[in-house]
């Protein structure tokens, strides 16, 4: 019985330590092991057997990007302005065992190299370079720590300024400025509009003027096409009248007695003198007789 349960005892814990020592490594991580305290390995995903207490899990380490927002640091600038930058730096670890055995903490190297990194970046540019030259700033603190911490086996994917805080008075004098700006701004927009205004209003009447002289001088043209086509007219019928009373053959009976009827349409209008021709006089004097003729 004895014996029965010493071999119990024996096999539950050699089932314990070989269950104790099975390792599952999950996805996006790796385990760096040692087998008597030097590195033997690195686990990546899936199933891996550990030999007890010959081998160690040195570090479990996650593959995943990680964000590290550091807190404000002190800069000050070529013209001696002192204000804070805080930033954001994007960063993967992308060899397990450079990782562990490289630096001793990684995190504390990553931010005291960014703070001095960007003091000498923020040294070399004035205030207003420094406020409006984030990209700048950005690609070069992630190049200088990306080039550092390759021996770490770290990866600097992105690195992002996030706030710049000036000093309180600069701040008031960059608020004056820009509502100074502002204002100047708005100013030089309503005198651009006022401008334009008058443009528009003055070339308005230009063009109405230039319309109503064309207009006038279209009414001319046709009023005077009008007067030439009714004199032309006027010609072209006396002109046919002759050319038919000649065709006809009148004799000089015919002329006088048109004449008589010219004389009496010019004797009932106001004309308080008229001269009558002789042929006329004697043409009233035969019209006269014939019509006493005609009488008796």
Do not use: C
């Amino acid at each position: 019985m004895i014996k029965f349960i010493i071999i119990f005892i024996a096999v539950a814990f050699l089932v314990w330590l070989l269950v104790s020592n099975i390792r599952i490594v999950p996805q996006a991580r790796a385990y760096v092991v040692e087998r008597l305290g030097a590195y033997y390995g690195t686990w990546q995903v899936g199933l891996h057997f550990k030999i007890p207490v010959i081998d160690k899990i040195s570090r479990k380490v996650s593959l995943k990007e990680k964000v590290i927002d550091f807190p404000p640091q002190p800069v000050i600038t070529k013209d001696n302005v002192t204000m804070e930058i805080d930033t954001v730096v994007y960063f993967q670890i992308t060899d397990p065992k450079l990782y562990t055995y490289g630096v001793e903490s990684p995190m504390d190297a990553i931010e005291n190299l960014t703070a001095t990194t960007l003091r000498n970046i923020i040294g070399e540019l004035e205030l207003d370079e420094s406020l409006t030259s984030r990209e700048h700033i950005n690609t070069k603190i992630r190049m200088v720590l990306d080039e550092a911490t390759d021996p770490w086996g770290i990866k600097i994917n992105r690195v992002e300024v996030k706030n710049i805080t000036p000093p309180k008075d600069i701040q008031v004098a960059m608020e004056k400025q820009m509502r100074a700006e502002r204002e100047r701004r708005e100013a030089i927009l309503i005198a651009e509009g006022e401008k334009k205004s008058q443009i528009l209003i003055a070339e308005g009447k230009k063009e109405a003027a230039i319309l109503q002289a064309e207009a006038k001088k279209q009414t001319a043209i046709k009023e005077a096409e009008g007067q030439s086509e009714a004199i032309l007219m006027i010609n072209r019928a006396t002109a046919d009248g002759l050319k038919l009373i000649k065709d006809a053959g009148a004799d000089d009976a015919v002329i006088k007695l048109k004449s008589l009827e010219a004389f009496q349409k010019a004797a009932d209008g106001q004309a308080t003198k008229i001269i009558i021709p002789s042929e006329i006089q004697g043409l009233a004097g035969l019209a006269s007789s014939v019509k006493e003729f005609i009488k008796e």
